[in-house]
């Protein structure tokens, strides 16, 4: 899974623990999502979408052989 | 920045008292004065992590080394706390051991060794500003409330859950094979130099036998209501 977390915060101008605040997680688990070192849970997937107003597949992106 | 002045007075005092007495005191005495000096130096780092990284958090940043920084106030508020724990299981080993071996020749040290256990006992609850760093939306439960360890735990997002669960599966591998090892030295121990250490031995025992089960007792489905 590939992640446009870095991508997206840098569009919108927010550091890791301001995305953090939004998404009501840690700074941690911001930095493990963006390290691919954790695949986050859909309510914080739903959450991070809701703050990036970007559908869910448009910032986790999964490979087809992990689809399928 | 008091405390940390403070802990250096004591350990530049202590550091001269072990030096002036040294030959005057036996080898017990002095290694656990040096183990006490040492809770102290611990309780100090610690001290220093923890000022460093409140500094720190209040200082601004250009936005591209923001996350960097903020990772590195992080880093320095776990050290604080590996600081402590160290401390801490230092000061309860001296404590034991100079009660067994010291409390009547030198009742001082031991209770030194037991004051610096309850200061690093206490330094241990997070602060709440230093949590702030590490998880800004963190709220600390009431001191009171009945619930205090479950109200704790939840407060911990999914992805923290997540680190600590891979810390503590190696934690949990980590004792069992070390209390294994430790029943079979005690037990050579024990044969070889006719001090037997069958309590040591039992307790090490039920302690293996109560972690195994409760770890397996967790991961067993739970009965449909």
Not at chain 2, 10 to 33: C, P, Q, T
Not at chain 2, 109 to 138: G, H, Q, W
């Amino acid at each position: 899974m590939k992640t446009r977390l870095k991508e997206l915060r840098a569009r919108d101008g927010l550091n890791q623990t301001e995305l953090a605040k939004k998404a009501k997680v840690s700074r941690q688990t911001i930095s493990l999502i963006e390290r691919n070192e954790y695949m986050p849970s859909l309510i914080i997937a739903v959450r991070i979408a809701k703050v990036f107003q970007e559908p869910i597949e448009d910032i986790f992106i999964f490979a087809e052989e992990e689809l399928s | 920045m008091k405390l940390f002045v403070f802990y250096t007075g004591i350990l530049i005092y202590g550091l001269y008292g072990l030096k002036a007495s040294f030959n005057d005191r036996v080898m017990d005495e002095n290694l656990l004065i040096a183990v006490n000096l040492s809770v102290i130096l611990c309780l100090m780092l610690a001290r220093l992590n923890i000022n460093k990284a409140v500094r720190g958090s209040k200082i601004e940043v250009e936005i591209e080394k923001e996350d960097e920084h903020l990772a590195e106030m992080e880093r320095k508020a776990y050290s604080a706390a590996i600081y402590i724990q160290v401390a801490f299981s230092l000061a309860t080993i001296a404590t034991l051991v100079g009660f067994i071996l010291l409390r009547e020749s030198q009742p001082k040290i031991v209770l030194v060794s037991f004051l610096l256990m309850a200061v690093s006992f206490f330094s241990l609850f997070p602060n709440e500003n230093i949590i702030k760093i590490t998880n800004p939306t963190f709220k600390m439960p009431h001191p009171k409330s009945k619930n205090y360890q479950q109200q704790y735990f939840d407060q911990f997002d999914d992805g923290e859950k997540y680190v600590m669960l891979k810390g503590l599966y190696k934690i949990y591998s980590l004792i069992t094979w070390g209390l294994i090892i430790l029943a079979f030295i005690l037990m050579y121990y024990s044969v070889f130099s006719g001090n037997s250490q069958i309590m040591s031995i039992i307790g090490i025992g039920l302690l293996f036998m109560l972690v195994q089960v409760s770890f397996t007792q967790s991961l067993k489905p739970h009965k449909a209501d």
